[in-house]
C-alpha cells in the first residue's frame, strides 16, 4: 500500500520560533498534498492544499504568512510553523494523493505533536 | 459548502456484537465519495470503507460495511462481529469528484467507538 511519512513525529519548541515539518510520499509521486491540523479530542482541519510547484491553497481563516508551505518534488511537502506560540500547540497530519489516479484517494502520514512552551 | 454530521460523539458495544455509525451529509453535488475513516489510539488514519455516489450498490469490507441512502443523504457504516482492534475513532468523510477541483475531504466530527471485552 502507500506510505506516507512525517518527520519529526513529535517536537516540543520555545514561544518564537520556527518549526519545520516533512511530508514524505514514500512509494508514490504526490501532485497534491494536504496539510490538517487536529485539537484533542476534534476532527480533522483542513489547512492547506498543497500542490507541486505551485503556491499553497489556504483555507479560510489560515494565515498563510505564519504557516508556510512548500511542495518542491512530487514526494516532499513541507509545513513550517513560523514564530510558534503556545496556541499552535496541535496535532498536524499531512496526506498525499497520487498523481494520476482517477479519483484522489488521501494516504495519510502518522502526524505530528507540536507542544509549544 | 458541504458539510458531514455525526451525531452520536461516544458509543460502546461489547465484543461480538454488531454497531452502526450514523453520518449525515449536505450536498448540492450528484456525483461525490464518502469514506469512513478509523483513527486508533497510535492517531494514523486508516481507511475503512469508500463508497461513490453514483455506485447504488452498498460496500462492504469484510466485517464493515456501509448503509448509503443518496436521497436521504446518509451514510452510516455497520460494524459486524466487532473485536477490540475496533476501538478507535471513526470519522466520516465526504470528497467532491474529480473534475470540479481541488479534492478537499470533509470530516465529520467523530465518533468515539469503545469495544468492550
Known amino acids: 500500500g502507500a506510505v506516507v511519512s512525517q518527520h519529526p513525529s513529535r517536537v516540543i519548541c520555545k514561544s518564537g520560533t520556527s518549526v519545520k515539518i516533512e511530508c514524505r510520499s514514500l512509494?508514490?509521486?504526490?501532485?497534491?498534498m494536504f496539510w490538517y491540523r487536529q485539537f484533542p479530542k476534534q476532527s480533522l482541519m483542513l489547512m492547506a492544499t498543497?500542490?507541486?510547484?505551485?503556491?499553497?491553497?489556504?483555507e479560510q481563516g489560515v494565515e498563510k504568512d505564519k504557516f508556510l508551505i512548500n511542495h518542491a518534488s512530487l514526494t516532499l511537502s513541507t509545513l513550517t510553523v513560523t514564530s510558534a506560540h503556545p496556541e499552535d500547540s496541535s496535532f498536524y497530519i499531512c496526506?498525499?494523493?497520487?498523481?494520476?489516479?482517477?479519483?484522489?484517494?488521501?494516504?495519510f502520514g502518522p502526524g505530528t505533536r507540536l507542544t509549544v512552551l | 459548502a458541504q458539510t458531514v454530521t455525526q451525531s452520536q460523539p461516544e458509543m460502546s458495544v461489547q465484543e461480538a456484537e454488531t454497531v452502526t455509525l450514523s453520518c449525515t451529509y449536505d450536498?448540492?453535488?450528484?456525483?461525490?465519495?464518502l469514506f469512513w475513516y478509523k483513527q486508533p489510539p497510535s492517531r494514523q488514519m486508516i481507511l475503512v470503507i469508500r463508497?461513490?455516489?453514483?455506485?447504488?450498490q452498498n460496500a462492504t469490507e469484510n466485517r464493515f460495511s456501509v448503509n448509503f441512502q443518496k436521497a436521504a443523504k446518509s451514510f452510516s457504516l455497520k460494524i459486524s462481529d466487532s473485536q477490540l482492534g475496533d476501538t478507535a475513532m471513526y470519522f466520516c468523510?465526504?470528497?467532491?469528484?474529480?473534475?470540479?477541483?481541488?479534492?478537499?475531504?470533509?470530516f465529520g466530527q467523530g465518533t468515539r467507538l469503545t469495544i468492550n471485552p
Open positions: 496526506s498525499a494523493s497520487p498523481s494520476g489516479e482517477s479519483y484522489n484517494e488521501q494516504f
Open positions: 512509494d508514490f509521486q504526490a501532485t497534491t
Open positions: 498543497s500542490n507541486e510547484g505551485s503556491k499553497a491553497t489556504y
Open positions: 450536498t448540492s453535488e450528484n456525483n461525490y465519495y
Open positions: 463508497q461513490e455516489a453514483y455506485k447504488q
Open positions: 468523510a465526504f470528497m467532491s469528484p474529480l473534475i470540479q477541483g481541488a479534492q478537499k475531504l470533509v
